[in-house]
């Protein structure tokens, strides 16, 4: 070990010239004088020079030289510390693990010479591989694993992912070294397992297959999920259909929902929850198809009593009317009533019927009203007629008796008063009143 460390004589040599300097007359002949006596110092082996030895070879020289300087030599003089040390350590290790690098670059110009005197050095890289390879083997069998073996559509999405990170596996595997390296790997510590360009090749098609079986398989559902939705929305609205155009879309949208479960490929998972969702779909149309069945009858029905009715609404139009129109009105109305009586309370459209007939029968008895009304009203008038003929052709014996002829006016104005307005007969009825009571007034006068 040197006694004077190289560092140690840069500071003091550096402070020799400056004091050097300062001495134009004598300054070069002391520099040369130190500067000797500092190398035999760094030259001889042995203890560290102390501080005093130092001092000693220039004391008499430069009196003047900076004590500062001369600490920071003493300190410098010492061998180099932890630190110094791990700084030392950190820059073989890092040249080494630059060489290493330089040496596992994907690079075969580099890598063949390497391989053939030195493999070990390529460690990392074959670690690396070795790892790869593994991962993407056991990846790839865990996806077809789940894949073609699902029971779910969880299983699938676990495959996708179990794909993709074999996937990623098999991109940081070099192809150049398949190409290069046909044979083993990392045969100097005895590795035996091959993987060939055909192996890597196959792995990716595998990949690239199951990626698109799940793909198939995700659209499958999503499909499924859609014709579920619509196959529960078609039953609903025909649960809630209010009339026969409303039951007839919602199973034209059932029928079609039923469609489209046929449609899912029968080789996906999914495909096969159709099938079994299939038969129920069928199942329950069949036996909508007879309630159907009821309801259709029973729309028909309802519609055919609402043409009655409304012709029977048009014909009641602008009264008054004559018995013989009344009575065809009144026969409409018993038409629309007698087929609404025809749903029976198990029929769906029997609530339906039951309210369009109360409303009927309660035009019905109207109409039955107006009728009645007509016929007694053209009774009563021609009953006064008849009477008030009478009382003209005795008009000769009436003439001797007054109070006979005023209770015979009496009973043609009774007669008369009984004709109901809005009948055809009224307005005639109404002037024979009028001439009645004339008449009963003149007699009165009598």
């Not at 630190?83 to 330089?102: D, H, P, R, T």
């Not at 010479?113 to 670690?127: E, G, N, T």
């Not at 390296?181 to 792995?203: H, I, K, L, M, N």
């Not at 034209?252 to 159709?274: F, H, M, R, V």
Request: net charge positive.
């Amino acid at each position: 070990m040197a006694r004077l460390t190289d560092r140690a004589f840069e500071i003091l040599k550096s402070e020799v010239d400056k004091c050097a300097a300062a001495d134009a007359i004598a300054g070069n002949v002391y520099r040369s004088m130190v500067i000797k006596q500092l190398e035999k110092m760094r030259s001889e082996n042995g203890s560290f020079a102390s501080i005093e030895e130092i001092r000693a070879t220039f004391k008499n020289e430069f009196p003047n030289f900076s004590e500062k300087a001369l600490k920071a030599a003493v300190k410098a003089n010492k061998p180099p510390g932890l630190f110094g040390k791990i700084i030392w350590v950190g820059v073989f290790l890092g040249a080494g693990a630059g060489i290493i690098w330089l040496a596992n670059l994907p690079v075969p110009i580099i890598r063949k010479p390497i391989a053939d005197k030195l493999p070990i050095l390529l460690m990392p890289s074959f670690s690396s591989m070795d790892y790869n390879y593994r991962q993407a083997i056991a990846l790839v069998e865990q996806s077809d694993q789940l894949v073609n073996k699902a029971t779910a559509v969880a299983d699938f999405d676990l495959g996708d992912t179990k794909a993709k990170q074999a996937q990623k596996h098999l991109d940081a595997l070099p192809v150049w070294f398949l190409g290069y390296y046909p044979e083993t790997y990392c045969s100097f510590f005895g590795c035996t397992w091959r993987f060939s360009v055909d192996e890597f090749q196959a792995a990716r098609k595998s990949i690239g297959r199951m990626e698109a079986q799940i793909f198939q398989q995700k659209n499958a559902f999503t499909q499924l999920g859609e014709v579920e939705q619509n196959l529960n929305t078609a039953k609903q609205q025909y649960q809630q259909a209010k009339n026969a155009a409303d039951r007839q879309k919602a199973s034209i949208n059932w029928q079609s929902a039923i469609d489209q479960l046929n449609q899912i490929p029968a080789e996906t998972l999914a495909g096969e929850t159709a099938r079994k969702k299939l038969q129920a779909a069928e199942r329950d149309f069949q036996a909508m198809g007879g309630v159907a069945t009821g309801s259709v009858r029973a729309d028909n029905l309802i519609e055919a009593a609402k043409e009655f009715a409304f012709s029977a609404a048009s014909a009641s139009q602008k009264p008054p009317h004559s018995a013989e129109t009344w009575q065809k009105i009144a026969d409409l109305w018993q038409q629309s009533i007698e087929r609404l009586s025809q749903i029976p309370f198990d029929n769906p459209g029997y609530l339906d019927a039951q309210t369009k007939l109360a409303e009927y029968q309660n035009n019905l008895g109207t109409t039955q009203i107006r009728l009645q009304a007509e016929k007694e009203s053209v009774e009563a008038l021609n009953q006064a007629k008849s009477l008030f003929a009478k009382f003209q052709t005795n008009l000769n014996s009436i003439n001797q008796n007054p109070g006979y002829a005023l209770g015979y006016l009496q009973e043609i104005i009774n007669t008369l008063e009984s004709v109901k307005p809005g009948t055809t007969v009224y307005p005639e009825a109404q002037k024979w009143l009028q001439s009645a009571r004339k008449k009963q007034k003149e007699w009165q006068q009598k």
